[in-house]
């Protein structure tokens, strides 16, 4: 203090916050299974309304015991697992993993060399992605533990488990088979949907709001354009404002070709930025694409004759020309142009000047 008297700070930052450890079996035989498992617990998590999982800020921590035992065959007693070390507070999936795949690498090496692991709690240096000794443990007693004589003895009856049970929401893994099955989505799709419960519901509000159009549709545009947008942006699905109606809303419009993916890509930044509706932004730019195939024929035959090197060279065989004749004709029509339109013309009227 200011007479310079030693004095202790009690940190109360996370004072009368609940904390909740779960504890695993020794059942993990790899870093990737570690990695996985821990990622599907975090999910279920969230999707609980227990945990923010935001590992970043602490909220989640993963400390990892590692410890090998030999090799046997098929069918014989494994031996009993060796000395476990301890990784502490590893905030992050990536380095959860690493870390686990380096005690393995390290631990045997020292085994295959006839050395012995010692048991201690380590640390994770990220920038040179190896393991620290923070404390040496002599054994369990050195862990400290003791009674806690104010806690009252817990009964845990089946009753209640079988309660909590019934009240579970649908969890990640289930939803994500029935997403996979009833929508048709690729594994990868319905998993990147899944991982937020909040992603999750905005997918299925996006589908209920236009039944008429493909899911698969509605979960590229959120899996892809729309996560592009929130990564850029560092929101998640709570500071959307896009609805899911809305998003639902611009996939309509392109279905219906009323403009076309290029258009609705920058319709789409527009909505995340501004809120304001797909057909609002349309109206008010002039974003309305042009389907008028006379229209878009006489642009294309403005710049067949604009460009009649490339064309000859197309029609010679170097077909990678016909993307910078598209270009061109997108450039004219100021990127509103139908394109299966556009492709279909380009392709008529070289077919054209071929045969003169």
Do not use: C, H
């Amino acid at each position: 203090d200011r007479k310079g008297r030693p004095y202790t700070l009690v940190d109360l930052n996370r004072a009368g916050v609940p904390l909740l450890e779960i504890v695993t079996e020794p059942d993990f035989r790899s870093s990737e299974e570690v990695r996985a498992y821990a990622e599907g617990l975090r999910s279920i998590l969230r999707y609980l309304g227990v945990n923010s999982g935001d590992m970043q800020k602490g909220v989640l921590r993963i400390e990892p015991n590692i410890s090998l035992r030999p090799a046997v065959a098929a069918g014989l007693q494994p031996a009993p697992l060796g000395t476990r070390v301890e990784v502490k507070n590893l905030n992050s999936f990536r380095a959860l993993e690493r870390a686990v795949a380096y005690q393995i690498q390290r631990q045997a090496e020292l085994l295959e060399a006839g050395k012995a692991v010692q048991q201690v709690t380590l640390g994770w240096d990220e920038a040179k992605e190896v393991t620290v000794v923070q404390r040496v443990k002599e054994g369990e007693d050195d862990y400290r533990y003791f009674p806690e004589p104010d806690l009252p003895p817990l009964a845990v009856e089946a009753g209640w488990i079988a309660q909590i049970r019934a009240s579970l929401p649908e969890l990640p893994y289930a939803r994500f088979l029935r997403l996979r099955e009833q929508y048709d989505l690729s594994d990868y799709t319905a998993k990147l949907l899944v991982e937020e419960k909040a992603i999750a519901d905005y997918f299925e509000q996006a589908v209920t709001a236009e039944p008429s159009l493909p899911a698969k549709s509605i979960a590229n545009w959120i899996s892809g354009e729309l996560f592009g947008l929130m990564n850029q942006a560092g929101v998640d699905a709570t500071e959307l404002k896009v609805p899911p109606e809305a998003l639902a809303g611009l996939v309509n419009l392109v279905s219906q070709g009323q403009i076309n993916q290029d258009t609705a890509r920058k319709v789409l930044a527009e909505m995340f930025a501004s809120g304001e509706g797909a057909e609002e932004i349309v109206i008010k730019r002039g974003l309305g694409q042009v389907s008028d195939v006379e229209a878009i024929a006489r642009m294309v035959k403005a710049v067949l004759a604009e460009y009649p090197n490339e064309a000859a060279a197309y029609l010679s065989g170097k077909t990678g020309v016909a993307n910078f004749l598209f270009g061109q004709v997108m450039k004219k029509a100021q990127g509103k142009a139908n394109p299966q339109i556009v492709w279909r013309e380009l392709e008529l009227q070289l077919t054209e000047i071929n045969a003169d």
